[in-house]
């Protein structure tokens, strides 16, 4: 463990709010000054296992230390479950500004994206200022281009931007290739200053054959939008060479803390195992991994609740949801009774979110105002879950709340070689484990019905 660790560590307890012994459960006092193992586990994923890229060897060394560390850790039924999934892997990448001057880019290409020659290639670029600028360009303006898509994503504590600017990297490929396109290279969907680019996947539409697609650091896409303002035709070379190794085995890693009455449904909280390679996967989602198993373990060391809580560490979430989509066909058969996720890196839980029964009401307002003296705010706004639960949530309509983490820094990150352990404030994450501890307490030995009243 590094110095700046130990030291922040050290003087974690200046920085607690201010609350009465009395008005705080053991439980939560525990997760806010003592809660070791969120961290430890962070830390061993992003030291000991590092980039976790779905469907590689990588991926699989992850499963199998999380099975040990969740044994070890005293959790019950732990066991991993397989699935087959296509699997793209990257590989070289370089790209140059040929004319008006020669710049070198910081580039990475785009999960799923097609290759160049091998030889790399040089074209024209043309300049889209957003997503709907490429929607509205004729077809014949594009073809034979490199098209390079900007945007305006700013930082937003609730990561609220990203759903909309994203779409350029989720679509915008598959948009360029319909439109004939040569490659597509995208500003990086983050909000840093770094030149470290943001991977991420993309997707093409069924009958469209990939074109090479890249994103580039921010400094680099502002410098190119100069060098285009000045009215001089672009041209650029472009080399990536990454390909697809047809399936490969992927799976999710699965603990419980065995409840009392077997006959209540379960509480499943989650996150994501894999990450992408630039980083080694600390705030995405190692993080994530570490907040939920140490809350849980918190749960499961007061004494056996009268819900079983499910553990899942879903793999392949970054190349599209493979994990969370097979443990809703593996397990929808088996009533659930709420569903939570956490996949926002480690800073500060802000606020939380709610969907519950009518009949819960008297469970969410005790929630509201036990996590009101951890600094957590509620929303009005109904909670929705996250990647690796939807499925489930969607096949079972489930009960959902959400810790809205906040995301200010979160998309300076995101997806970039900057996601490392150094990264993640013990004090901030210690406060997370605290928040899922106030809601497990209460849900896990809550018996009434959550059922929700019908399907959306």
């Known amino acids: 463990m590094n110095k700046k660790i130990i030291t922040l560590l050290g003087s974690a307890t200046l920085a607690l709010p201010a609350m009465s012994s009395a008005a705080t459960p053991d439980a939560v006092q525990t997760a806010l000054e003592k809660d070791m193992v969120a961290l430890s586990i ?67 290409a785009l999960g799923n994206s097609g290759a160049t020659p091998p030889g790399g290639m040089e074209s024209e670029v043309i300049y889209f200022a957003s997503l709907a600028d490429l929607e509205a360009a004729p077809a014949a303006a594009v073809e034979g281009k490199i098209a390079f898509v900007s945007h305006a994503m700013k930082a937003t504590q609730d990561g609220s931007s990203y759903g ?106 989650a996150c994501h195992l894999d990450s992408w390679d630039l980083g080694t996967g600390a705030i995405d989602d190692a993080a994530g991994c570490g907040i939920i198993t140490a809350a849980a373990k918190i749960i499961m060391d007061s004494g056996k609740p009268a819900r079983t809580i499910r553990i899942l560490w879903a793999g392949a979430e970054e190349v599209g949801i493979w994990g969370g989509r097979d443990y809703a066909a593996k397990h929808g058969g088996t009533m659930h009774a709420l569903a939570m996720e956490s996949d926002f890196g480690a800073d500060r839980v802000w606020q939380a979110k709610f969907h519950l029964p009518e009949s819960a009401k008297p469970l969410r307002e005790k929630l509201v105002r036990e996590l009101a003296k951890i600094g957590v705010g509620a929303s009005v706004d109904k909670a929705g879950g996250g990647a690796d639960v939807g499925a489930i949530i969607a096949a079972q309509n489930l009960a959902v709340i959400d810790l809205d983490q906040d995301g200010t820094r979160y998309f300076d990150l995101h997806h970039t070689p900057d996601d490392t352990f150094d990264k993640i404030d013990p004090v901030q994450m210690r406060q997370n484990v605290a928040a899922w501890v106030t809601v497990l307490r209460e849900i896990a030995d809550y018996t009434s019905d959550l059922t929700m009243s019908a399907k959306p």
């Open 164 to 269: 909309y600017f994203g779409q350029v990297r989720r679509i915008g490929p598959g948009i360029a290739a319909k439109k004939g396109a040569a490659a597509i290279i995208i500003r990086s969907i983050g909000t840093d200053y770094h030149r470290n680019p943001h991977t991420g996947n993309t997707n093409f539409p069924e009958g469209t054959a990939p074109i090479p697609a890249a994103a580039i650091s921010i400094p680099d896409a502002e410098n190119l939008e100069r060098l285009i303002a000045s009215g001089k035709p672009m041209r650029m070379k472009l080399l990536l060479t990454p390909k697809n190794i047809g399936m490969q085995q992927s799976g999710n890693v699965i603990a419980e803390v065995s409840g009392k009455n077997r006959l209540l449904p379960p509480i499943v909280i």
């Open 42 to 108: 962070t830390e061993g994923l992003t030291t000991w296992v590092g980039p976790r890229q779905a469907g590689t060897e990588a991926e699989a060394r992850a499963r199998t230390w999380a099975k040990a560390e969740l044994t070890k850790l005293g959790f019950a039924n732990v066991r991993i479950e397989t699935y087959d999934m296509p699997t793209w892997v990257r590989g070289e990448e370089v790209a140059q500004i040929a004319a008006p001057v020669p710049v070198k880019l910081a580039i990475t």
